[in-house]
């Protein structure tokens, strides 16, 4: 079984930054391909960024890039999400997911690519 307890969220204003962690327990991090995911009000959850095992390649939805970077340190079983230059519509609660398998994809990036969810963290940019 895999824990995951994301933290980090809260209130900033449009261009501000946060950066959220993602604390792995139950299975060695570096055996998990992991991913950030968000959901905001009456809308679906929807993928925003993958990290690969090792760390060695990421990939994220448009609408983030060059604002948003995942990151990883597997000897602290963390995975970190740097957002800077907040906007208003990233407003959500922001959930971490791990997925134990691999299947031959580059990159994971729907919610059915992953066994295992973190409990989620707010952020609210303000305008």
């Known amino acids: 079984q895999v824990q995951l307890v994301d933290s980090g969220g809260g209130l900033v204003q449009a261009g501000g930054s946060l950066r959220l962690s993602c604390a792995a327990s139950g299975r060695t991090l570096s055996t998990l391909t992991m991913g950030w995911f968000r959901q905001a009000p009456g809308k679906d959850r929807e993928f925003v960024a993958t990290i690969t095992r090792s760390g060695g390649s990421t990939y994220s939805t448009d609408s983030v890039k060059g604002r948003f970077t995942i990151s990883r340190d597997n000897a602290k079983n963390t995975v970190y999400l740097q957002m800077n230059s907040l906007k208003p519509e990233d407003t959500a609660v922001y959930y971490c997911?791990?997925?134990?398998?691999?299947?031959?994809?580059?990159?994971?990036?729907?919610?059915?690519?992953?066994?295992?969810w973190g409990q989620g963290t707010q952020v609210t940019v303000s305008s």
């Open positions: 997911a791990a997925r134990t398998t691999l299947s031959g994809s580059p990159y994971y990036t729907t919610r059915n690519d992953y066994g295992y």
